[in-house]
């Protein structure tokens, strides 16, 4: 089975600051990676998504995040944070294999940028 | 501009009513999704269509119900049955192939209470 653990549901960083989001997950299959974005009663938007071509994905908004395999992670940073980036934040990894495919989500990181 | 709208935004169910939710999407997607996002849940899947006049159970199929009879169209009803309604909607939709590898993208949400 597929699952998908973000470490905290809140994470708050000051404006400038580096943010972190952690995202760890389990496969039997490998797996596509994506990270998204919600705003305050919206729908949630792509930043990024891994598909094995690099380990290093980089997405909107100054975002990117990297692959790594042997601790099956993949942790969304950004070097420099601002006002606008606070969200909450889904990580989901996507399987495809063995007869059966599907997504899973993350239970989501509230971020809170501080001024 | 292609894009996936939700209607209404807001809706009120009142004990032992069946609502419906509005999902339509002009991308020529083949997939379409629903979803139940929770407060500190993340998504859980209720149904999929990967083609007209077909679809799937999710996780959470219980107390609603789909149909497909147009490729840019996916209502979702909110069945008497479900007895804990109150949530926000989140209608999303793919290229279709493998669940697990394509971008899913989403529409704004509804936001269903009860009264």
């Known amino acids: 089975a597929q699952s998908v653990t973000q470490l905290g549901s809140h994470v708050s960083v000051s404006e400038g600051a580096l943010v972190l989001l952690r995202c760890n997950y389990s496969?039997?299959?490998?797996?596509?990676l994506f990270w998204y974005v919600q705003y305050p009663n919206q729908g949630l938007q792509l930043l990024l998504k891994?598909?094995?071509?690099?380990?290093l994905v980089k997405g909107i908004n100054g975002f990117e995040a990297e692959f790594k395999k042997s601790e099956t992670s993949f942790h969304l940073t950004k070097p420099s944070a601002h006002m606008s980036d606070a969200a909450e934040y889904f990580c989901?990894?996507?399987?495809?294999?063995?007869?059966?495919?599907?997504?899973?989500f993350g239970k989501g990181t509230h971020l809170i940028i501080q001024p | 501009d292609g894009g996936i709208t939700q209607s209404p935004k807001y809706l009120f169910r009142k004990e032992g009513q069946n609502v419906t939710l509005s999902c339509e999407q002009n991308?020529?997607?083949?997939?379409m999704y629903w979803y139940r996002q929770d407060p500190g849940q993340g998504l859980r899947l209720i149904y999929y269509?990967?083609?007209?006049?077909?679809?799937q159970k999710g996780d959470i199929a219980e107390g609603y119900s789909v149909s497909r009879e147009k490729k840019e169209s996916f209502p979702l009803t909110v069945t008497s049955a479900q007895k804990n309604p109150t949530a926000f909607y989140l209608c999303?939709?793919?290229?279709?192939?493998?669940?697990?590898?394509?971008?899913?993208?989403f529409g704004p949400g509804t936001r269903l209470l009860v009264l």
């Open positions: 999303a939709s793919s290229r279709g192939g493998a669940r697990g590898r394509e971008t899913q993208y």
């Open positions: 496969s039997s299959v490998p797996p596509y």
């Open positions: 891994y598909t094995s071509a690099a380990t």
């Open positions: 989901a990894v996507g399987y495809s294999g063995g007869g059966a495919d599907g997504l899973t």
């Open positions: 991308l020529n997607h083949d997939a």
């Open positions: 269509s990967q083609i007209v006049n077909d679809f």
